[in-house]
């Protein structure tokens, strides 16, 4: 019995909050031996309700230990386990052919076979125990202990971490999980009490998880996690870690591992206020490297985050980590970057500060309508109220294949979004596109881009020819007031106006739907006043007429940037001092636009051809486009037809169309043909 | 005729004139109902053409459909408020009621036609984000991932049926392809200048989505449960 007394004041030094019973009886020739403990705890641990009986016999000592409810923390690990054995008194205690029984465990029950064995050698005490069940895997450790308390513990093992997940409740408790673990723990202390070293080693496979939605999953996962700890004060120490394989996914996100292997590496602290990871490190090949630290409170709190001088490539940042933010069909989803970018980000309950240096990056879409070359950016945002500023440069540019010059553009960001520090000018088609005011806000109901500024000088025969719309000569000069850009849309709050061909052209109410996206939908309604038709009939080959025009086109569709609908009237307007006439050229043009085949008597058309031109006294024509059919009117009608040229004097040209409907692709061939074969004539104005 | 006889036959008269007038009256209100017969050949045809661009992977520019069937309306309705014929006792309110009622049985065989036009360019453009979509769509209605519910929207059945990678953008993808329904069955209902269908159009499409959907597509009954073509 001095072996076994010899054992109880270790206990006893365990305890912390201790209530022993203990009882010694004979029955029937044996003798029984029991030690009761309401609680015994050491640090991060607690056992409760321990009973651990003894009997002697003829037949052999018998031991029993059955603990309440054994927890970690303030998890609990096991309820109601039970070992029981045969006990070897001989050489120390020895517990072979041990039975042991969990009737909760986060593997669910257990039953296990194992050995415990306690002995004496020397000065020091020596403990055993491996254990091996089919829910738990196997676990063998030693613990080794000198006379004073000093103790060195060795275990390893292997289990299923579906039990390890939940025992420290690394997932919400409904999500699956499985995969095999090995594990590896040493640790050393001054006493039974504290634990002063730790190292351990973790080698995950096969690790799977998946919540009930099975929006977050991880697949076929290995990693590799090894660290070290040592208790002066507070608990510090190193971990690394090595994803080799498999893939996770964490809607909207899904990475694999690279194929060499993803680094991480940091060192730890625990506080009686927090979790602290710092100095920490990622190596992800492919992608970059960078440091990073995280301050978790143990007692509720918001998560902070760091991520330090991340030195990453643009593709695969963009591809895997900003492109699945895109709303799918959007322009954004459309993108690839390319470059590099060097960034630290911090985040406390969502982003709180972003500092970037993006270097030598482009960007294009799949289907071309976009393409930026050359892009540098630096800059700093703080969700704290704090502005901050930014510079963004680009070689060059093109949106829907219009070119745009080099750009330098100072900013201004606030907690909301940007705006500019000074108006700047881009270079667009021979002309500039000058920026009053460019604003973004990043959230609330007025998210979006907004814009107001003039086009100066831009060249319409350029813009035609990339839009493939008639050929148009001469520039263009315009106002923008206001163009607003939320998601996928633009719209105006005031109207475009246009200074073309001596007149003015103001495109108000405008709207486009899915701008850059799948078949963009514009809508407007655009006015035309004091028009010189001299210079516009130049520009479309149309043959010569002069005089002022002006009109509307309300209600104006383009789908695909095609007109699907509208109710368009021009007419001339008497200007003093312009006259209003007419060459024969643009009679014949005319009269193919109105349904005709130009003028073909043999007599009529040699008799015109003898004047250069005709005086009239009205012009115009109206176009009423829906569901592919174009119905025709004119500034008249004379008996069933409808009057586009009225003349005046003599020799007097009218042009009067009788085929009021007409499909509008026919209308746009007619179009075409009158501003191909409208000779130019010289007029001597 | 005694003074006595040419008053009832001055009232009778007068009753005539009065049920003749609210008749008339009730002739003017003509209410047009959802054309629910138009709208559901254009759903088929609308809905066909959606699966079919979705199967083949192609984009392409939808070609306006031309759905002009007659729809069937109300029967003109009398403004007269409905009374209970037994309470009328007066020879006023029975020429009235039977003025009504015969001019009732005579405009309830007219119909006021109405066509769905699914041909304006908002119509389109929501339809070629709903095919572009749908491409997208369409592997995951395949695998079971996605399935239609019962309203003409679509949502998550079961994701584990596809790949982690396919996964990922799954959750975002029902999310843009249900604002594209909506958009589609709004465009529709505001090309036809009653925006108040939207929400009878969506219904009837919800029918075309399920009846004309491939074999192996998953969608929800009204009641909520998972079924499978």
């Known amino acids: 019995m001095h072996g076994r007394s010899r054992i109880l004041p270790i206990a006893v030094r365990w305890s912390m909050t201790l209530c022993l019973g203990l009882a010694i009886s004979g029955v029937a020739g044996a003798q029984i031996l029991e030690i009761s403990a309401a609680r015994i705890s050491g640090t991060g641990w607690t056992a409760q309700r321990l009973h651990a009986t003894l009997t002697t016999s003829t037949q052999g000592d018998q031991f029993s230990l059955a603990a309440g409810v054994a927890q970690a923390g303030k998890r609990k690990l096991w309820r109601h386990a039970r070992l029981q054995c045969g006990l070897q008194t001989a050489r120390g205690w020895a517990c072979r052919q041990a039975h042991l029984a969990v009737e909760d465990s986060p593997w669910g029950a257990l039953h296990g076979d194992g050995q415990v064995q306690l002995r004496r050698v020397g000065g020091s005490g020596q403990a055993m125990l491996a254990l091996r069940a089919a829910q738990f895997g196997s676990a063998r450790l030693q613990v080794q202990s000198t006379a004073a308390g000093q103790w060195h513990l060795t275990a390893a093992g292997s289990l299923p971490v579906a039990g390890l997940v939940r025992a420290l409740t690394l997932l919400p408790a409904t999500w699956q999980t499985s995969g095999q673990a090995r594990w590896q723990v040493q640790a050393r202390g001054a006493n039974w009490a504290k634990a002063r070293q730790i190292a351990f080693e973790l080698q995950g496979s096969q690790l799977q998880f998946s919540s009930p939605d099975g929006l977050q999953a991880a697949q076929g996962v290995a990693l590799q996690l090894q660290g070290d700890g040592a208790y002066t004060g507070q608990w510090h120490g190193t971990a690394r870690m090595r994803w080799t394989q498999g893939g996770v996914l964490w809607s909207p996100w899904y990475w694999t591992a690279p194929a060499a292997a993803l680094r991480i590496q940091t060192r730890w602290r625990q506080t009686a206020k927090a979790w602290q990871l710092d100095q920490g490190s990622i190596r992800w090949p492919g992608l970059g490297r960078g440091g990073f630290a995280l301050y978790r409170p143990t007692r509720g709190g918001v998560l902070r985050w760091q991520i330090r001088n991340m030195d990453v490539a643009m593709a695969p940042l963009y591809a895997n980590w900003i492109k699945p933010l895109a709303p799918p069909g959007g322009l954004a989803a459309q993108l690839q970057a390319s470059g590099h970018v060097r960034f630290s980000v911090a985040g406390e309950g969502g982003l709180s500060a972003l500092k970037w240096d993006l270097r030598n990056a482009a960007l294009s879409s799949s289907r071309g309508h976009l393409a930026v070359t050359g892009v540098n950016s630096r800059g700093a945002w703080s969700r704290t109220g704090k502005t901050s500023d930014a510079v963004l440069r680009w070689q060059s540019a093109e949106l829907y294949h219009i070119p745009a010059g080099p750009l330098h553009v100072e900013l201004v960001l606030n907690p909301q979004g940007f705006q500019l520090q000074q108006p700047f000018t881009l270079a667009l088609l021979g002309g500039d596109l000058h920026f009053r005011h460019l604003a973004a806000r990043w959230a609330g109901p007025r998210s979006g881009f907004s814009m107001s500024g003039d086009l100066r000088g831009v060249s319409m025969a350029q813009l035609t020819k990339i839009m493939h719309w008639p050929p148009f000569t001469g520039t263009v000069s315009a106002t923008i007031p206001e163009l607003r850009y939320h998601a996928g849309d633009i719209t105006t709050s005031g109207a475009l106006s246009a200074q073309v061909f001596g007149g003015e052209v103001r495109v108000g109410d405008l709207r486009i739907e899915n701008f850059l996206g799948v078949l963009p939908l514009l809508r407007t309604n655009v006015g035309i006043s004091g028009l010189r038709l001299k210079p516009l009939t130049d520009a479309f080959h149309f043959g010569y007429i002069s005089g002022v025009l002006s009109g509307d086109v309300k209600n104006l569709t383009l789908l695909d940037w095609s007109p699907k609908a509208f109710q368009a009237q021009f007419h001339t307007v008497p200007v003093h001092g312009v006259s209003q006439k007419i060459s024969y050229a643009a009679v014949q043009s005319l009269t193919r636009l109105g349904g005709g085949n130009g003028i073909s008597g043999f007599f009529q058309g040699m008799f015109l051809r003898m004047f250069k031109t005709f005086a009239y006294a009205h012009l115009g024509m109206g176009v009423h486009l829906k569901d592919g059919v174009a119905e025709l009117s004119g500034v008249g009608t004379e008996d069933s037809g409808f009057v586009i040229l009225q003349g005046q004097g003599l020799p007097r040209v009218d042009i009067v169309g009788y085929n009021r409907r007409v499909d509008w692709d026919e209308l746009l061939a007619r179009l075409k043909t009158a501003m191909h074969s409208g000779a130019q004539v010289g007029t001597g104005e | ?229």
């Open chain 2, 1 to 229: 005729m005694t003074k006595q006889g040419w008053l009832k036959t001055q009232g009778w008269r007068s009753v005539l004139a009065l049920g003749l007038l609210m008749a008339l009256s009730a002739c003017v209100t003509v209410n047009i109902y959802f054309p629910a017969a138009a709208a559901q050949k254009l759903a088929d045809q609308v809905v066909g053409e959606v699966y079919k661009a979705a199967a083949k992977g192609a984009l392409q520019a939808p070609v306006a459909p031309a759905v002009s069937a007659p729809a069937p309306t109300a029967p003109a309705r009398s403004a007269a408020p409905a009374t209970n014929s037994l309470s009328m006792a007066s020879p006023y309110h029975a020429a009235s009621y039977l003025l009504a009622m015969g001019f009732s049985a005579i405009s309830g065989t007219a119909e006021a036609a109405a066509n769905l036009n699914a041909s304006s360019p908002g119509v389109q453009s929501a339809r070629a984000q709903v095919e572009a979509l749908a491409t997208q769509m369409h592997p995951y209605f395949v695998s079971g991932a996605v399935g239609y519910t019962a309203n003409g929207q679509v949502t998550i059945h079961d994701a584990a049926a596809v790949s982690l990678p396919q996964r990922a953008p799954l959750n975002g993808l029902v999310s843009s392809y249900n604002q594209a329904l909506s958009n589609l069955y709004q465009q529709i209902a505001d090309a036809n200048g009653h925006p108040e269908w939207a929400g009878q159009i969506q219904q009837t499409f919800a029918q075309a989505w399920i009846s004309k959907a491939p074999a192996g597509y998953w969608y929800q009954s009204p009641s909520g449960q998972w079924q499978k073509k």
